[in-house]
Nanobody, 115 residues
Framework: QVQLVESGGGLVQPGGSLRLSCAAFGFTFGRHAMSWYRQAPGKERELVAVIDVGHLTHYRDSAKGRFTISRDNDKNTVWLQMNSLEPEDTAVYYC?????????WGQGTQVTVSS
């Protein structure tokens, strides 16, 4: 059974940093791209960053230069290091992967950027 478990969210001041973690279970982690999405109140869920099986990465424009996605296939874990956080980054952050024809999501972790 595929399961994604996020952690690491919290309250941080503008300019601060957080590191989100996503532990994966129930599938061959190293054979699948992993993504981070976020959803702010009243807004649609949006892609933040993707890392493929070859560790190639892609970021939304607002995350470039501030966020870093990484993975460790031995630990079945993907991380999102977020620096220089802004109030606009406030959202629930979700881990995501596709296995076969199905998309899987974690339960989400809340990130709040506020002074």
């Amino acid at each position: 059974q595929v399961q994604l478990v996020e952690s690491g969210g919290g309250l941080v001041q503008p300019g601060g940093s957080l590191r989100l973690s996503c532990a994966a279970f129930g599938f061959t982690f190293g054979r699948h791209a992993m993504s981070w999405y976020r959803q702010a109140p009243g807004k649609e869920r949006e892609l933040v960053a993707v890392i493929d099986v070859g560790h190639l990465t892609h970021y939304r424009d607002s995350a470039k230069g501030r966020f870093t996605i990484s993975r460790d296939n031995d630990k079945n874990t993907v991380w999102l290091q977020m620096n220089s956080l802004e109030p606009e980054d406030t959202a629930v952050y979700y881990c995501n992967t596709q296995v076969g024809s199905l998309y899987y999501w974690g339960q989400g972790t809340q990130v709040t950027v506020s002074s």
